[in-house]
């Protein structure tokens, strides 16, 4: 089935860059949250980056317009009725996604398909309180989304080929790569990257200076960024989630999160957005 209508549910980070990469390869948007705050916020953010693109040439004014009036919200899920392809981008938890997902099931069309933007919850698992499990897929989207290229694509246990060959065109009109990934924490990127930077805030448990790792990554692997920059860019809770999720999902040793990322997250140490990581953000000067 050719996809064209999408609906979004969540306009937080991750709902409000999937919107605009969507909305402006040209699909028309039912944009849903509970909140309409944020939406409301989500769609000054989208129109402030449209002008900025617009700004430094990258697209005619008219794209702005052309952007926004594809894009509909409301806060209601009954509004993604007759859409071929809900995404679905509110927090991370089990239960919040099921109760979505069970909700939509009985909304749109038999046939419409029932993607979530899950970093590492199970898609058959969603998939088991649909009617549909053929049609549900993660499509797990990296942020900045309209500037991020990557697309990793979930099936489930039961999803139909159709559905991966249909979420995988989708991406690619979306400007995006697809990969075709395993229904495993962490997919193929959290499951590499989320490791590694563990590993990396081990060396600093053991006395090596943050600098000297994020420099020996970057000139030794030629990694674009340290992977302590990269931990407090992400922020360090978000890690720690993720290496819980590994550590839970695969029950293996080796995905045990480092005591010091866990002692940073009690302190509060959170990275860029406390100000205070591995790096200070407020002095440019390291803290630890
Ligand atoms: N933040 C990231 O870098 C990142 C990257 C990839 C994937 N993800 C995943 O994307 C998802 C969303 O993450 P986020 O960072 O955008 O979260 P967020 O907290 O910024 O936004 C979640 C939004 O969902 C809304 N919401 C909550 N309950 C709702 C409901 N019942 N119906 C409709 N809206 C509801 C909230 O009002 C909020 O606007 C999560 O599953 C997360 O793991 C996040």
């Known amino acids: 089935m050719e996809i064209q209508q999408v609906a979004i549910i969540g306009a937080g980070l991750m709902g409000t860059g999937i919107t605009q990469s969507v909305a402006e390869a040209g699909y028309p948007v039912k944009w849903i949250d509970v909140s309409s705050g944020q939406l409301d916020k989500g769609i000054k953010t989208i129109r402030n980056l449209l002008n900025r693109k617009v700004e430094k040439g990258y697209c005619e004014l008219h794209h702005i317009e052309d952007t926004m009036e594809r894009i509909i919200t409301n806060e209601e899920l009954i509004k993604a009725k007759d859409v071929d392809l809900v995404i679905e981008a509110v927090p991370e938890n089990m239960e919040i996604k099921k109760k979505i997902f069970r909700q939509l099931d009985e909304i749109i069309n038999a046939d419409a398909f029932l993607a979530s933007n899950t970093s590492a919850l199970s898609i058959s698992a969603l998939a088991s309180v649909t009617r549909r499990p053929e049609k549900v897929i993660g499509t797990h989207f990296f942020y900045p989304v309209p500037k991020m290229g990557l697309l990793e694509v979930i099936p489930g246990l039961l999803t139909s080929q159709n559905t991966f060959e249909s979420l995988k065109t989708f991406g690619q009109k979306i400007g995006k790569k697809a990969v075709l990934c395993k229904d495993f924490p962490g997919f193929i990127v959290n499951r590499l990257l989320v490791p590694m930077i563990n590993e990396a805030i081990y060396l600093v448990m053991e006395g090596v200076k943050p600098e000297d790792v994020d420099s020996a990554m970057k000139i030794g692997a030629n990694h674009p960024m340290g992977p302590l920059k990269l931990a407090d860019f992400v922020g360090l809770e978000t890690l720690l989630a993720t290496m819980e999720g590994l550590y839970d999902g ?5 995905y045990r999160p ?14 860029n957005k406390t100000g205070k990581g591995f790096y200070d953000h407020r002095e440019k000067e390291q803290v630890l």
């Open 250 to 254: 695969f029950k293996d040793s080796k």
């Open 258 to 271: 480092c005591p010091l990322l866990v002692k940073m997250v009690e302190a509060g140490t959170l990275g």
